[in-house]
Structures are given as structure tokens and as C-alpha cells.
């Protein structure tokens, strides 16, 4: 997989995700999930949604 999540970009993500995991965790919502993803694609340093659109924030 191609890495296109820079650094600035991942830490953005995982505090986005963190909070949209802990809302969805209070609110016994679906929104966890979404969290989690948004977390994922930090972790791994790809996202799909910017290989298709050609967007890449990696300064590698």
C-alpha cells in the first residue's frame, strides 16, 4: 500500500478519532466505527479516499 497520510495529517486523524470513538462509545452509537476507520487509516499511514482522488500529504 502506498503511504500517503503525512505527519501532521496522522496526528489530526487520531485525535479526530479518538473523540468521534469516545462520543460514539458514550452514545452507544454507530459512530465508533467511523472513529475506528479514521483511526486505521492513520495507524497504517493510507487512505484509499486519497488514492483515488490523487492526494497525497506524505512529503516522502
Same mark, same amino acid.
Given at each position: ?9 496522522? =496526528? ?6 479518538l473523540? !468521534?470513538? @469516545?462520543?460514539?462509545? =458514550? ?27 490523487? !492526494?497525497? @500529504?506524505?512529503?516522502?
Amino acid at each position: 500500500m502506498n503511504k500517503n497520510v503525512g505527519k501532521t495529517d496522522k =496526528i489530526v486523524r487520531v485525535i479526530l478519532a479518538l473523540c !468521534i470513538i @469516545t462520543l460514539g462509545y =458514550i452514545n452507544i452509537s454507530w459512530w465508533g466505527l467511523v472513529g475506528s476507520i479514521i483511526l486505521i487509516t492513520a495507524i497504517i499511514a493510507s487512505d484509499p479516499v486519497y488514492t483515488l482522488f490523487k !492526494i497525497n @500529504t506524505n512529503k516522502n
